[in-house]
Nanobody, 125 residues
Framework: QVQLVESGGGLVQAGGSLRLSCAASRTFSSLAMAWFRQAPGKDREFVAAIIWNSGSTYYADSVKGRFTISRDNAKNTMYLQMNSLKPEDTAVYYC???????????????????WGQGTQVTVSS
């Protein structure tokens, strides 16, 4: 099991930037980590994922070119740099982690057993 703690959320104007962090209690070579988000009244949706060992990254179409996922091996921390934010990016952002079981599963909630508590991101128009 991996304990996860998110930070970095807040209120920002449209067009602005935020960087979210997700500190993991431990990491290992076969780890996959991801960001999901949930807006009020909507289902939780995939944002981005990273394979810890290779650093390979994957993004939802809605954030490609605006968001960047990365990790710092020395700090056991994953990041989500969010640029050109839009009001529709407003949501609670969650980080998730589990064993990597294939690229086709990376965007699926059920692929992750470990979740953080979430951090609120609000983008004003």
């Amino acid at each position: 099991q991996v304990q996860l703690v998110e930070s970095g959320g807040g209120l920002v104007q449209a067009g602005g930037s935020l960087r979210l962090s997700c500190a993991a209690s431990r990491t290992f070579s076969s780890l996959a980590m991801a960001w999901f988000r949930q807006a009020p009244g909507k289902d939780r949706e995939f944002v981005a994922a990273i394979i810890w060992n290779s650093g390979s990254t994957y993004y939802a179409d809605s954030v490609k070119g605006r968001f960047t996922i990365s990790r710092d091996n020395a700090k056991n921390t994953m990041y989500l740099q969010m640029n050109s934010l839009k009001p529709e990016d407003t949501a609670v952002y969650y980080c998730a982690a589990d064993f990597y079981r294939g690229t086709f599963r990376l965007g699926t909630e059920g692929a992750y057993d470990d979740w953080g508590q979430g951090t609120q991101v609000t983008v004003s128009s």
